[in-house]
């Protein structure tokens, strides 16, 4: 089964650039989608369809897909900003939901 | 605005039936959309479980297929989850969603219930 590799862990200065990645075989061929989750609370959509922003979701955060990897950007990082992130993709070749591993994004 | 709650027994015996349900309101279930169940295991995560699309379609996590089935009830405007044989590895926090477009794939969620915490345990 498609397989969604994140690193565990990311820690960034507060005002600076944050790259979170999923590598996945060819997954510049897939949407990718992506959630922030903070303790205790229920995942949010962030970024849909590789770089579509939800409504609501602040333009700090943006999307990018090629290749092996997709990245999730996170401009002038905020204290608020710290959370986990999770990506995720639609397997088609199987029809299930596949979830990478998830990026505790820490702000120092 | 659509909203998602969910509801079950927050304790289930091992080798028991895991059942929850997600009550929708704000939306008719029938009208379209994806409706699915995703957990996450304490300090871990996200797992897919299940999704089901208004007109009954279902699929499901491979390795969990064996032990689930999902269902929508029209009449109350809900949807249910059963997973059989539960056991201590099923102890998580359970959430039911809604996808974004309502056309297939059906991914990704963008409305969530809050959750429910289940454990698994004597």
């Known amino acids: 089964s498609y397989v969604l590799t994140q690193p565990p862990s990311l820690s960034v200065a507060p005002a600076m650039t944050a790259n979170i990645t999923c590598g996945g075989d060819?997954?510049?061929?897939?949407?990718v989608h992506w959630y922030q989750q903070k303790p205790g609370q229920a995942p949010v959509l962030v970024i849909s369809?590789?770089?579509g922003r939800p409504s609501g979701i602040p333009e700090r955060f943006s999307g990018s897909n090629s290749g092996n990897t997709a990245t999730l950007t996170i401009s002038r990082v905020e204290a608020g900003d710290e959370a986990d992130y999770y990506c995720?993709?639609?397997?088609?070749?199987?029809?299930?939901?596949?979830f990478g591993g998830g990026t505790k994004l820490t702000v120092l | 605005q659509v909203q998602l709650l969910e509801s079950g027994p927050g304790l289930v015996k091992p080798s028991e039936t895991l059942s929850l349900t997600c009550t929708v309101s704000?939306?008719?279930?029938?009208?379209?959309?994806?409706w699915g169940w995703i957990r996450q295991p304490p300090g871990k995560g996200l797992d897919w479980i299940a999704t089901i699309s208004y007109s009954g379609r279902t699929y499901y996590n491979p390795s969990l297929k064996s032990r689930v089935s999902i269902s929508v009830d029209t009449s109350k405007n809900q949807f249910s989850l059963n997973l059989k044989s539960a056991t201590a590895a099923d102890t998580a926090v359970y959430y039911c969603a809604r996808d974004l477009v309502g056309t297939s794939p059906p991914v990704p969620f963008d409305n969530w219930g809050q959750g429910t915490k289940v454990t698994v345990s004597t």
């Open positions: 060819d997954i510049g061929s897939e949407s």
């Open positions: 704000g939306y008719s279930i029938t009208s379209g959309y994806f």
């Open positions: 995720q993709v639609w397997d088609g070749a199987s029809d299930h939901v596949v």
């Open positions: 369809y590789d770089d």
